[in-house]
């Protein structure tokens, strides 16, 4: 059961444009949500998050909307450059019945900006 | 540099030989996780430390994995009588432990290939 999904497994933009990567969740009860970016052979490097109480929040180039009745996020980059290739990760969390906040992560979609 | 750290950063065994991997998490920081991520997939929650404690553990953590946190500061994942589908990157992430919702900070990761 796929709580968090990223349904595109990658996408391409050209340098300068606006990239858009989606990421949908099944269970209301997530509260919390974050985007990660990944290059190969290094961990997730935290970019931006939002509290289900917000439905934007901007970071620099960066921002997420939250559309809590769609269950669905997005994180826009403007522009893009062609250091922001890499592989996105949504995360989603929520207080489980032991009291833990676990992140509950996408599968990643693969970003390549081109020159 | 104060980010979370990882040691080894690789490591490749040989089916039923025991690994262990180490962990330090950022300084001050009272949460420790422990993630698994495999080719195509999101990081998957394998357990979770509040100081020394460990409070949570996944049904993917079998019984031949054992993690600690002696003194509530650096943490170690074991993996006794490794199989091939031990095969992954480990992921050690760390958050501050004050609040419900908080970022988590994600180290470089230790890829382990069993042969």
């Known amino acids: 059961d796929q709580q968090v999904k990223q349904n595109s497994p990658s996408l391409s933009v050209q340098e300068g444009r606006i990239s858009i990567l989606n990421c949908d969740y099944t269970n209301s009860m997530f509260d919390y949500f974050l985007w990660y970016k990944k290059y190969p052979a290094e961990g997730p490097t935290f970019l931006i998050s939002i509290s289900s109480i917000k439905d934007k929040n901007e970071d620099g180039r960066f921002t997420v909307f939250l559309n809590k009745s769609a269950k669905h996020l997005s994180l826009h980059i403007v522009p893009s450059q062609p250091g922001d290739s890499a592989v996105y990760f949504c995360a989603a969390s929520a207080r489980d019945t032991s009291g833990t906040y676990k992140y509950i992560f996408g599968t990643g979609t693969r970003l390549k900006v081109l020159a | 540099d104060t980010g979370v750290s990882q040691d080894p950063r690789h490591k490749i065994t040989k089916r039923g030989q025991n690994v262990t991997f180490r962990c330090d998490p950022i300084?001050?920081?009272?949460?420790l996780y422990w993630y698994r991520q495999t080719l195509g997939q999101g990081p998957e929650f394998l357990t979770y430390f509040q100081n020394e404690a460990q409070l949570e553990k996944s049904r993917l953590l079998s019984d031949r994995f054992s993690a600690e946190r002696p003194k509530g500061s650096f943490s170690t994942l074991e993996i006794q009588r490794t199989e091939q589908g031990d095969s992954a990157m480990y992921l050690c992430?760390?958050?501050?432990?004050?609040?419900?919702?908080?970022?988590?900070?994600f180290g470089p990761g230790t890829r382990l290939l069993v042969l």
């Open positions: 992430a760390s958050s501050l432990g004050l609040a419900a919702q908080e970022t988590q900070y």
């Open positions: 300084s001050e920081h009272n949460r």
